[in-house]
């Protein structure tokens, strides 16, 4: 005897489906996350949520040329972030050990996430494909960057409160924290 499945039962699995990796949306709120940072140590949202607004920036790949300008951006902006009660976290599929090469090459001064498996990419509905390697050379050594996902361009803004006040699904590398400042900027105002 063959099954065939009922409309019924196909519309749940899509509905389903569909919210398994539902965007995150201004105005909705976040639920905490924690992965290894780019030191090994576990990071978690919930130890900055009533302290600080938190830039949450997904980049596909560490040491390439977007993600470069993006990331030295959000360093030589870090004292007005600073200032507006930010903390940053960038979050790719990179080992750690890609991190904490990529933070060094580049002096970056705020945290880098690795999402290997692309858990928190998932959370707030980031697009993510296979990952891939890279050779670089850093400090006179030649490095394998291997990376277990590539995710997309995509920025958030999560309040101290924990709600999504700003999302960027459209990111421009080298204009992201300066829109990202002129949002919270904005949201100081209110």
Not at 18 to 28: P, R
Not at 59 to 66: K, W
Request: aromatic share 8%; with cysteine; proline share 1%.
């Amino acid at each position: 005897m063959k099954l065939v499945p009922s409309s019924l039962a196909i519309a749940f699995f899509v509905l389903l489906a569909s919210f398994s990796n539902a965007a995150l949306n201004v105005g909705d709120d976040v639920s905490s996350f924690a992965a290894n940072d780019d030191s090994g140590n576990l990071w978690s949202l919930q130890d900055h949520l009533g302290k600080k607004n938190v830039v949450v920036y997904f980049y596909p790949a560490a040491m390439t040329g977007g993600c470069t300008k993006q990331a030295c951006a959000y360093r030589d902006q870090s004292a007005e972030l600073n200032d507006l009660d930010a903390v940053v976290v960038g979050i790719s599929g990179d080992s750690v050990n890609n991190l904490k090469l990529f933070k060094q090459a580049h002096g970056l001064n705020f945290t880098l996430l690795s999402d290997i498996n692309g858990n928190i990419a998932s959370k707030f509905g980031v697009a993510t494909r296979d990952g891939g390697s890279i050779e670089r050379e850093i400090e006179g050594m030649l490095h394998t960057l291997a990376r277990g996902i590539t995710t997309g361009r995509w920025t958030f803004v999560i309040s101290k409160d924990g709600k999504v006040v700003y999302k960027d699904d459209a990111v421009s590398a080298t204009e992201d924290s300066s829109n990202v400042i002129a949002q919270l900027k904005t949201l100081a105002s209110k």
